[in-house]
């Protein structure tokens, strides 16, 4: 059996989405430590709340950044629909000591947002360890996943994730920055990774959200 | 008999136009000063250089035997003044004014002193008025106000006529006869009007091209003054005979028709129309310039 | 109250009565009413114009137009008007008096010379401070009214720096009193060529021209510009906007508060210097 897994990407799959469907919805409490360039932003506590399909919300007293597909909202949508993309298995990659297929999803329908999904799943004990998502419009995020505790339930303790983003550039007359000496910037790099790392505790699962917890604005 | 101002050979070089030329005069305390002088004569600038508002390039000011330079602060609390015209604050009204001038001068007035001061200059019920709504008449008496507040001992007028009604005027003179006489003040009084000058004042300093001409008082040197009288009678043999047969005769500088020049002294003048008089002869017109400007005239070349 | 007490009464007592002044207070009034409208009404366009760069991939959560920030970003508008309004007033201090003659009424008081343009600049500082009280008031306690609290997105040359909101109340003090010394570094240099100078537009308009020209100055990053930068009071008018960055440069600020002080004395001393040997012929 672990053999055929291994060879078969749809049985991993399958095994990844039984754990999905355990979790109708989830509250944890989230540590984000932000490190965008070109953007200074201290750590930020605040609490995840995620709602099958697809509601997720952080709520948190401030400003944070937050990639536009988040793979902690994407991931389970898109693997658990199953009629609209195709899997093959890549290869082969040990990740943190685990031994990782890569497994690339490819829409069916062209007008998807979705250009590639790459997952690397653990073939032992089925989650994803390391995502990779490429949409038309917000380019590729890729996302690093540790579990413990609540491995059964595919909840992460730490999500890392890297957006590549534009070179931020401020034209001097717009910062008003007078007694700041523009620093030689490396023209040759257009592109920046930054990186959100999320530590998450305190899961409670199942609990009934309810909708008005998606709302901004609602406690 | 102390001096209220001394001067010592005081000049000011302004780049390289010497308005004030080694000036020296004094003013006695109790004595009414006239300060006069042609225009250009450097007066003006004589007078900001007593009140500390000019710098002397050389020379040596003192007031109440206290040299300027040294000694502005207790000087300046005895003195009071209006240079060229008076100016104020126009946003604010007369007594902000005056409470402006008063707190500078380290004093507090009551309500009652303000009545008076206000009573005093003519300005009363006009106190709450915005200065800039205020004559250049009305800004004179005010002038006169503030230089009054602090009750100084020596008093500086710079043209205070200009601008004043004929009542003003005689108010006025009044006004500083009165602080004369029954105050003790002594006033330092330039203006051009030479008459008003030889009635009020008993001194006086003449200067010209920055230099002082003469100083002195005002009875005794114009006592040896003769007068420009223009004589005009009736035109007849016997008229005309009588004026070339008389005393006066000699003192003819000029005659044409009926119309007479002669170069008489104050105390003759008199004489000559009672004179005339008694034999007959009809005085059409007698007129004659102010022996002030007279001699004004005569020591400034003008 | 007598000497210079009393002097600085005066002054204070004219600077406040004087129609000119509350020119200053209805242009800031103005121009902070004015652009809390705006931000009301187009805020999120106008924030977006900054954050479209991040925007598509990142969403940025939480309430970024607040109160903080639009403080932040009128302090920054006024960095041109500020020492123009400051200049209205202080320019005019001792010239406005020579050409109206009031002068004279002055200088033939007891008080010193030096006592009267120290109560004329105190008096030019204790107007700027009022401008910088308004402007607290409007731009920092009107905008939280209107638009509530939250955590700073400032913008400078490097990028995005996000200040939290709890953070925040002592970089406000400071920047203030920054900005303060800032506006004194005007009032100070107005007061100087306002005794230099005999009528009162002229010293307006060449505090204007100085800040100007200084200001065009500091925006171009030119090998030649870049050696006398450091010297420029003007370099160092927006060291508040250092407050908002993350750590603190506070060796930056130091250094341009002391030039700031460098700036302030040395035009006190030119002023205090050049009045004392000024002949009032007007």
Known sequence: MQLQAQENPKALISTLNRKFNLVQDYTADVKMVFDIPGVKMNNMNGKVFFKRPNKFRIKAKGIFFMPKQNPMQNISTLLLDTSAYTSVISGYETIDGRSCAIINIIPLKTESELILGKFWIDKLDPLVRKSQITTKNNGTIESSNTYSSNAAYTLPDQIVIKVEVNKFKVPKMMSVDLNKKSKEKDLSKQKETGTIRMDLVNYKINTKLQDAVFVEGKE | MQQAIQLNNVSKEFNDFKAVDGISFEVNEGDIYGFLGPNGSGKSTSLRMIMGLIKPTSGEIKLFGLSLADHRREIMQKVGCIIEKPDFYGYLNAKENLTLCARASGIKYTQGQYNDLFQLVGLAGREHDKVKTYSHGMKQRLGLAQTLIHDPSLII???????????????????????????????????????????????????????????????????????????????TPHSINTLHTSIYNQHIIKESDQIFQLMLSKNQIPTLISTLTQQGVEIMRIDYRNQLEEYFLKITNA | ???FGAILKNELYKTIRRPRSFIGFVVILFICLMLQGAFYHDGKELISFVTQQFESVFNIQGNVLNGNLICFIILQTLIVQMPLLVALVTGDLVSGETASGTLRFLLTRSASRTQIVLAKWLSGLFYTLLLLLLLGIMALFVSHWIFGSGDLMSLNSEGLTVIRADDINWRWGYSFLIAFLSLSVVASLATMLSCIMDNSITPIVTVMAIIIIFTIVGMFDLPSFDVIKPFLFTTHMIAWKNLFEDPVPVNDILFSVGILMVHIVLFLSISVYYFNRKDITT
């Open chain 3, 1 to 3: 109250m007598g000497g």
């Open chain 2, 157 to 235: 007028l710079d043209e205070p006529n200009t601008g004043l009604d004929p009542q003003g005027i005689i108010d006025l003179r009044n006004l500083i006869l009165t602080l004369n006489k029954e105050r003790g003040k002594t006033i330092l009084l330039s203006s051009h009007i030479l008459s008003e000058v030889q009635e009020i004042c008993n001194a006086m300093i003449v200067i010209n091209k920055g230099k002082t001409v003469v100083q002195g008082n005002v009875a005794d040197l114009l006592s040896h003054e003769t007068l420009h009288v223009t004589l005009e009678i009736n035109n």
